[in-house]
C-alpha cells in the first residue's frame, strides 16, 4: 500500500523497509524454492510476473508489506545509511485515573538512500491482508478482499504472514520481534483490532510463534486443509496497541513468554520497540 511506500520501522534487530523494485530479483530467487513456496501456500512466478505484482501490491489498499532487514547483516555499514535501533523508553503507567502515554512508533531521520543501499540485508518479508469482520460470525471470517483499490477505512482485522527466508536467520526470535512490530504498528496506523494467521498442521514452528510467544488463540481448524487459524482480537483498535506493548514489554523482560500481565499500578520502563523513519523515493 502506498501508505507505507516511504516508512522503514526500525527495531532493535530487524528493519522493516517498503517492497521496491531494488528488491524484486533477490525475491524471486528465494521464490524460487519449492519448500519456501509449501510454507507460504504460493505459487513461483516469472520475473516478469514478480515485477507486475511488487506494482500491484504497491497500489493495492488492501495489502500492507514490509521486506525484513536484519540488523547484523548491516553491522559494516555507515551509521548515516542505517538507522540505528531505537534507544528511548516508553513510560506505561495502568491507572484507572491516568492515560496511558508512550512514543513507539515516533518519526525521525530520513534515510534517502536506505532501500537502495541495503538490499543485502534483506532475509524475508512480513505482509498485511486488510478486510472487514463479519459481525455475523468474525472468528470465522479469514479471507482478504484483494478486489478493490480504493482504500476501506472500516478495515478492522488483517491477516498476517511472515516469512523468513534465509535458514541462518530462523530460529533466532526474530519471527516475535518483527510480529509485535507490525501488529502494532497496524493497530495505531491502520485501525486494526484483530489479526489472524492461517498456519498448516506441520508448521510447527509458526504455531509456537504464534500461540506460544504472541498469545494467539485457535479459533478455527479446516480439516481438508490442514490447516488451523489463531487470532487475538479486541473491542477496539486502540485497546489492541495496548495489548501488543503489553505482550512486548512480557517478552522483552523474560524473553518468550507472553503470560506476563502488568499490575494495574505497575510502571513499567522498556526499551522502545521501533522507531520510524522516512526512506523516499
Known sequence: MKTNY??????????????????????HQWMQNTKLCELTAS????????????KEWRDDMNKCTFII??????????????????????????????????NIGSKSSIYTSLV????????GDVNLFLSDIDNDDDSKKTAASTTTTTINNHYQQAEIDIMIALP???????????????MHYAASNLHI????????ETNVQ????????????????????????YECK?????????????KWMAWRRIGASSSLSLSSSEVAINRQMYDVHYCPL
Open 6 to 27: 516511504e516508512q522503514c520501522l526500525s527495531g532493535m534487530n530487524v528493519l522493516l523497509i517498503p517492497y521496491r523494485p531494488e528488491h524484486i530479483p533477490t525475491y
Open 43 to 54: 505459487e513461483p512466478l516469472t520475473l516478469n510476473q514478480e515485477i507486475q505484482m511488487q
Open 69 to 102: 532487514l536484519a540488523r547484523n547483516l548491516l553491522a559494516d555499514d555507515d551509521d548515516s545509511t542505517v538507522p540505528s535501533p531505537p534507544t528511548s523508553c516508553i513510560i506505561k503507567v495502568y491507572n484507572d485515573d491516568e492515560e496511558i502515554h508512550d
Open 116 to 123: 537502495g543501499n541495503t538490499v543485502n540485508a534483506m532475509i
Open 168 to 182: 541462518s536467520h530462523r530460529q533466532k526470535n526474530l519471527g516475535a520481534e518483527i510480529a509485535f512490530m507490525i
Open 193 to 200: 483490532k484483530r489479526f489472524f494467521a492461517k498456519i498448516h
Open 206 to 229: 509458526s504455531i509456537q510463534l504464534f500461540e506460544k510467544k504472541l498469545g494467539y488463540v485457535m479459533c478455527e481448524y479446516v480439516k481438508c486443509f490442514g490447516e488451523y487459524c
Open 234 to 246: 479486541c473491542d477496539s483498535s486502540e485497546e489492541m496497541v495496548l495489548w501488543v506493548l503489553e
